[in-house]
Structure formats: structure tokens, C-alpha cells
Nanobody, 116 residues
């Protein structure tokens, strides 16, 4: 059974940091590119960051470049999103996604709220 379980979300003040984790099971994690998406209320889901299956390459949305870092540990079947210098506009439900050719899986999401 495929599972992607996100964790690490919460309430943080502007300028603060959070580290999201996404634990994968039920598929060969090391084959899959991984990404983080987010969806704010009333907005479409958007790509935040992505990383290749081996972790050698990553890309980011312009809005998070220099503040967020995606990484993965294939031995632990986990992908991370380190979020620094958080802004109120980063408030959203954050999802991880696994993709290998036409096969893709989504997690249920973890809420990140940036507010004073």
C-alpha cells in the first residue's frame, strides 16, 4: 500500500523556520522524483520545489528561492523541505508528491500557518 505521510507543519511567526518531512512507503522511493506543492485557500495548487530521484538536481519556485531547501534521504525513504525566513504568504497546505513517468502519488498534506 502506497503511503506518503507529511509532518512538521504548524504555526510559526514571520521570519521563523519549519522543516517538513514526507515519509514514503509501498513503492521504490529511490526511483521517484519528489516534489513539494502548496495550496492556499482560494488559490490553485502550486509547485514549491522538486528534486530528482538521486537528489543531484533540484528546482524551486521563484517565490521561495533562497529561503527553502528540498532534500531527500533515500535510505530513510524521506523527503524534506527546510523553510526559512517564512512569510505570511507562505501560509498554505503543503503536499508532497512522488512521480515516476506516468505514476504519481500524493500525500494528504500538512498545514503551515505563518502569522504573528
Amino acid at each position: 500500500q502506497v503511503q506518503l505521510v507529511e509532518s512538521g507543519g504548524g504555526l510559526v511567526q514571520p521570519g521563523g523556520s519549519l522543516r517538513l518531512s514526507c515519509a514514503a512507503s509501498g513503492f521504490t522511493f529511490s526511483r521517484y522524483a519528489m516534489s513539494w506543492y502548496r495550496q492556499a485557500p482560494g488559490k490553485e495548487r502550486e509547485l514549491v520545489a522538486a528534486i530528482t530521484n538521486g537528489g543531484g538536481s533540484s528546482n524551486y519556485a521563484d517565490s521561495v528561492k533562497g529561503r527553502f531547501t528540498i532534500s531527500r534521504d533515500n535510505a530513510k525513504n524521506t523527503v524534506y523541505l527546510q523553510m526559512n525566513s517564512l512569510k505570511p504568504e507562505d501560509t498554505a497546505l503543503y503536499y508532497c508528491k512522488a512521480q515516476y513517468y506516468v505514476s504519481n502519488y500524493w500525500g494528504q498534506g500538512t498545514q503551515v500557518t505563518v502569522s504573528s
